[in-house]
C-alpha cells in the first residue's frame, strides 16, 4: 500500500497539507466561480470553484507521490498536462470572446504549484501566495482603476525609487568615512530613499483613499519609521496644495504622537527602569498632539461636509530624489556637527547635546540616554535629556514647516509645538524618577 511504513504523525501531517492544498485551490476558484456569473466577465472562464480545487489536488497529488516514490519527473509531467488543458481552454474561449485575458489560465497552473509547494515542504509560503493570488484577482476593478488614474510621470517615479534603493544603495559603503565617525554614506541614501520614497507612498495613499483618509495614515505608517521624513514631505505638498492644509497639519501631528511612542519602545527595550519616569511627559505630549490632530481632521470634515472643499482637487506626483538629496545633505551637515559637539562636551552639557542631537535624529539621543541612565542611575537627568531631544527635534520640524509651506500650514504647528514644549517640560520635571 502506499503507506505502509509511515506512521501515524506523517500519516495526519500529509492529511493536514492535502487539506490546506484542496482550500488553497476552492479560495481562487471561489472567486472565479463568483466572477463567471459577472456581468461584465460573460461565461468564458475555462475554470471554477470545483475545477480549481482538483487542480490544487492534483498539484498536490503530483508532488506527495513525487516525494514519497522519489520520481521527480512526475511534477514537471503534471504542470505540462496542466498547461495542455489551459492550451485547450483558452483557445476555445479565444474563438468565442474577441476580448479574452489569460488571467484565469495563469491562476491555474499558479493553484497547481501551490498545491505541490503544500507537499514539498513549503506550506507556510503556500498560504500566503495563495492569498496574495486570491486578493489580486478579486480586486480587478480597483487596481485597473488606480492604473487608469497613473500617468507615465508616476510609472517612471515608482522605477527611480526602486533604482535608488536596488541598484544604488547596495553599492555604497555601510561605514562612516569621515574622521570623526559621524558619516555613513550607506545611511546617507538610506535617508533619501526614506524621504522620496514617503512622499510616494502619501501620494498614492491619498489617490487611493482619497486626501480626507490617506493623508492621515501616511502620517501614522510613516511615522514609525521617520516623523522628520513625513513633517518634510507633507511640507512640501503644503506649499504646493494650500487646500489641504488642515489634513497634512493633521498628518504631521500624528506622526509626532508616533514618535513618542516609538521613544517609549526604545527605552522599554534597553532600560525599563526609564520607561515610568518618561511615560508622564511623553504621554503628555502624545496626547496633545492627538487632540490638536483631531481637531484639525474634524474641522476639515465638517469644512467638506459644507461643500467648501474642493472634491476635484487634483494631485501631481510629488517624488524628487533631488530634493530628498539636497535634504540628506542638511542632514548630514548638522549630523557632523553634533559628533563634534558630542565628544568635545562633558556630562554637565548633556542638555546641550540633547538638544543639538533632536535636531537631526530623536532616536541616538534616546538609546545614549537610556544607556546612560542604567549605568550612572541619572534617571532624572536622562528624561529631560530625552525630553529635550524630542522637543528640539519638534521645533526643527515645526521650522521646516514654516520655511517650507510658510504660516498657512505652519500656525498650526508652531501652536501645537508651545502646547508640547510647556507640557513636555512641565512633566519632566515632576515626573517620579
Given at each position: 500500500?502506499?503507506?505502509?511504513?509511515?506512521?501515524?504523525?506523517?500519516?495526519?501531517?500529509?492529511?493536514?497539507?492535502?487539506a490546506?492544498?484542496?482550500?488553497?485551490?476552492?479560495?481562487?476558484?471561489?472567486?472565479?466561480?463568483?466572477?463567471?456569473?459577472?456581468?461584465?466577465?460573460?461565461?468564458?472562464?475555462?475554470?471554477g470553484?470545483?475545477t480549481?480545487?482538483?487542480?490544487?489536488?492534483?498539484?498536490?497529488l503530483a508532488g506527495?507521490v513525487?516525494?514519497?516514490?522519489?520520481?521527480?519527473?512526475l511534477?514537471?509531467?503534471?504542470?505540462?498536462?496542466?498547461?495542455?488543458?489551459?492550451?485547450?481552454?483558452?483557445?476555445?474561449?479565444?474563438?468565442?470572446?474577441?476580448?479574452?485575458?489569460?488571467?484565469?489560465?495563469?491562476?491555474?497552473?499558479?493553484?497547481?504549484?501551490?498545491?505541490?509547494?503544500?507537499m514539498?515542504?513549503?506550506?507556510?509560503?503556500?498560504?500566503?501566495?495563495?492569498?496574495?493570488?486570491?486578493?489580486?484577482?478579486?480586486?480587478?476593478?480597483?487596481?485597473?482603476?488606480?492604473?487608469?488614474?497613473?500617468?507615465?510621470?508616476?510609472?517612471?517615479?515608482?522605477?527611480r525609487?526602486?533604482?535608488?534603493?536596488?541598484?544604488?544603495?547596495?553599492?555604497?559603503?555601510?561605514?562612516?568615512?569621515?574622521?570623526?565617525g559621524?558619516?555613513?554614506?550607506?545611511m546617507?541614501?538610506?535617508?533619501v530613499i526614506?524621504?522620496?520614497?514617503?512622499s510616494?507612498?502619501?501620494?498614492?495613499?491619498?489617490?487611493?483613499?482619497?486626501?480626507?483618509?490617506?493623508?492621515?495614515?501616511?502620517?501614522?505608517t510613516g511615522?514609525?519609521?521617520?516623523?522628520?521624513?513625513?513633517?518634510?514631505?507633507?511640507?512640501?505638498?503644503g506649499?504646493?496644495?494650500?487646500?489641504?492644509?488642515?489634513?497634512?497639519?493633521?498628518?504631521?501631528?500624528?506622526?509626532?504622537?508616533?514618535?513618542?511612542?516609538?521613544?517609549?519602545?526604545?527605552v522599554?527595550?534597553?532600560?525599563?527602569?526609564?520607561l515610568?519616569?518618561?511615560?508622564?511627559?511623553?504621554?503628555?505630549?502624545?496626547?496633545?498632539?492627538?487632540?490638536?490632530?483631531?481637531?484639525l481632521?474634524?474641522?476639515?470634515?465638517?469644512?467638506?461636509h459644507?461643500?467648501?472643499?474642493?472634491?476635484?482637487?487634483e494631485?501631481?506626483?510629488?517624488?524628487?530624489?533631488?530634493?530628498?538629496?539636497?535634504f540628506a545633505?542638511?542632514?548630514?551637515?548638522v549630523?557632523?556637527?553634533?559628533?563634534?559637539?558630542?565628544?568635545?562636551?562633558?556630562?554637565?552639557?548633556?542638555?546641550?547635546?540633547?538638544a543639538?542631537?533632536?535636531t537631526?535624529?530623536?532616536?541616538?539621543?534616546t538609546?545614549?540616554?537610556a544607556?546612560?541612565?542604567?549605568s550612572?542611575?541619572a534617571?532624572?537627568?536622562?528624561?529631560?535629556?530625552?525630553?529635550?531631544?524630542?522637543?528640539?527635534?519638534?521645533?526643527?520640524?515645526?521650522?521646516?514647516?514654516?520655511?517650507?509651506?510658510?504660516?498657512?500650514?505652519?500656525?498650526p504647528?508652531?501652536?501645537?509645538a508651545g502646547?508640547?514644549?510647556?507640557?513636555?517640560?512641565?512633566?519632566?520635571?515632576?515626573?517620579?524618577?
Open positions: 500500500m502506499p503507506w505502509e511504513g509511515m506512521e501515524r504523525p506523517e500519516l495526519l501531517e500529509a492529511a493536514i497539507n492535502f490546506i492544498a484542496i482550500l488553497l485551490g476552492a479560495l481562487v476558484g471561489l472567486e472565479r466561480e463568483k466572477r463567471k456569473g459577472a456581468e461584465d466577465e460573460g461565461t468564458d472562464l475555462i475554470a470553484l470545483r480549481f480545487t482538483l487542480f490544487s489536488m492534483l498539484g498536490a506527495w513525487a516525494v514519497e516514490r522519489d520520481i521527480p519527473f511534477l514537471p509531467a503534471g504542470l505540462l498536462l496542466v498547461g495542455a488543458f489551459v492550451l485547450v481552454g483558452y483557445s476555445i474561449t479565444a474563438r468565442a470572446s474577441d476580448d479574452t485575458g489569460l488571467t484565469t489560465e495563469m491562476a491555474t497552473l499558479i493553484v497547481f504549484m501551490l498545491g505541490a509547494m503544500v514539498l515542504g513549503f506550506r507556510e509560503l503556500a498560504v500566503a501566495l495563495g492569498i496574495v493570488t486570491a486578493t489580486v484577482l478579486a480586486y480587478k476593478r480597483p487596481l485597473h482603476g488606480f492604473v487608469a488614474k497613473l500617468g507615465w510621470d508616476d510609472v517612471f517615479a515608482g522605477l525609487l526602486l533604482i535608488a534603493s536596488f541598484i544604488a544603495l547596495p553599492l555604497l559603503p555601510d561605514r562612516t568615512v569621515d574622521p570623526w559621524a558619516l555613513n554614506p550607506y546617507l541614501w538610506l535617508l526614506l524621504i522620496a520614497g514617503l510616494l507612498v502619501g501620494y498614492v495613499a491619498t489617490r487611493l483613499l482619497g486626501a480626507g483618509r490617506g493623508i492621515p495614515l501616511t502620517g501614522i511615522g514609525l519609521v521617520s516623523s522628520t521624513a513625513v513633517t518634510f514631505s507633507f511640507a512640501k505638498e506649499a504646493e496644495y494650500p487646500k489641504l492644509t488642515k489634513l497634512l497639519a493633521c498628518g504631521i501631528l500624528l506622526s509626532w504622537v508616533v514618535m513618542c511612542v516609538r521613544i517609549l519602545v526604545e522599554a527595550v534597553v532600560n525599563r527602569d526609564l515610568i519616569p518618561l511615560l508622564m511627559p511623553l504621554g503628555a505630549m502624545a496626547a496633545i498632539s492627538t487632540g490638536f490632530a483631531g481637531y481632521y474634524f474641522r476639515e470634515q465638517a469644512r467638506d459644507d461643500g467648501a472643499k474642493d472634491r476635484d482637487l494631485l501631481k506626483n510629488p517624488f524628487s530624489l533631488w530634493s530628498a538629496a539636497k545633505m542638511i542632514f548630514a551637515v549630523l557632523l556637527a553634533v559628533k563634534i559637539v558630542q565628544q568635545e562636551f562633558s556630562e554637565q552639557g548633556l542638555y546641550v547635546v540633547a543639538i542631537a533632536g537631526t535624529d530623536v532616536d541616538a539621543i538609546l545614549s540616554m544607556e546612560y541612565a542604567k550612572d542611575g534617571v532624572g537627568t536622562a528624561v529631560i535629556a530625552i525630553v529635550i531631544g524630542a522637543l528640539s527635534n519638534t521645533f526643527v520640524k515645526a521650522a521646516l514647516v514654516v520655511g517650507i509651506a510658510g504660516l498657512g500650514l505652519g500656525r504647528i508652531l501652536i501645537a502646547a508640547l514644549t510647556v507640557a513636555g517640560l512641565g512633566a519632566a520635571l515632576f515626573a517620579p524618577t
